[in-house]
């Protein structure tokens, strides 16, 4: 069980490092856009649209690297044999919860982000606008099922927790 959770803290390790990268990544975007504003400020929608949206996503990393590293946190705790603590159920539901609005956040900049490219080529059409949703959607799916198990392993850690203090009052 160690074993499994060390994978467990690894992975959630390079998925904090994914995500300061891409934190870097929006920061350039930032940096070039907001470069091109100041010096071409002639420029229309499509830029500022552009700059709104690398700013939204710096942001909503910094809130999905806390929560990351919050994770990180609990796995360590749960390392050290305290799987069924009220602490670990509210960590996990509080994960949970911000990885389904960082998904619904994601989706909708992803949707945004779509039309306003194919707004910008001239090739906006109704097949065009359900491949930008079924693609952003089909892209949420996985982290929002993983959320769903937090979720769920949350509450069985809260239920968990009541059960050994009842226990425990018992003997």
């Known amino acids: 069980m160690k074993t499994l959770f060390k994978v467990l803290y690894a992975l959630c390790l390079v998925w904090i ?5 891409k934190f870097i990544e929006y920061l350039s975007v930032l940096a070039r856009y ?3 504003l100041v010096l071409f400020s002639d420029r229309d929608f499509d830029i500022n649209l552009t700059l709104i949206i690398a700013l939204v996503n710096a942001i909503i990393t910094i809130y999905i690297l806390f929560h990351l ?3 990180a946190k609990s796995i360590k ?3 050290a044999n305290v799987f069924f603590s009220q602490e670990n159920g509210k960590a996990f539901n509080t994960i949970g919860w911000a990885f389904i609005y960082y998904s619904i956040l994601k ?3 992803g949707v945004v982000s779509g039309i306003s490219n194919s707004i910008e080529n001239e090739v906006f059409t109704s097949y065009n606008f359900g491949h930008i949703f079924g ?3 089909g892209a949420r799916v996985p982290l929002l099922t993983f959320a769903l198990f937090l979720l769920i392993i949350s509450k069985l ?3 968990g927790f009541e059960l050994k ?3 425990d009052l018992t003997i």
Do not use: S
Not at 17 to 21: E, T
């Open 17 to 21: 490092l994914g995500a300061a990268i």
């Open 34 to 36: 907001t470069h091109d």
């Open 69 to 71: 590293f919050n994770f």
């Open 77 to 79: 705790r749960i390392q």
């Open 107 to 109: 989706f909708i900049i």
């Open 135 to 137: 693609e952003n959607l």
């Open 157 to 159: 850690m809260k239920d």
């Open 165 to 167: 203090i009842e226990n």
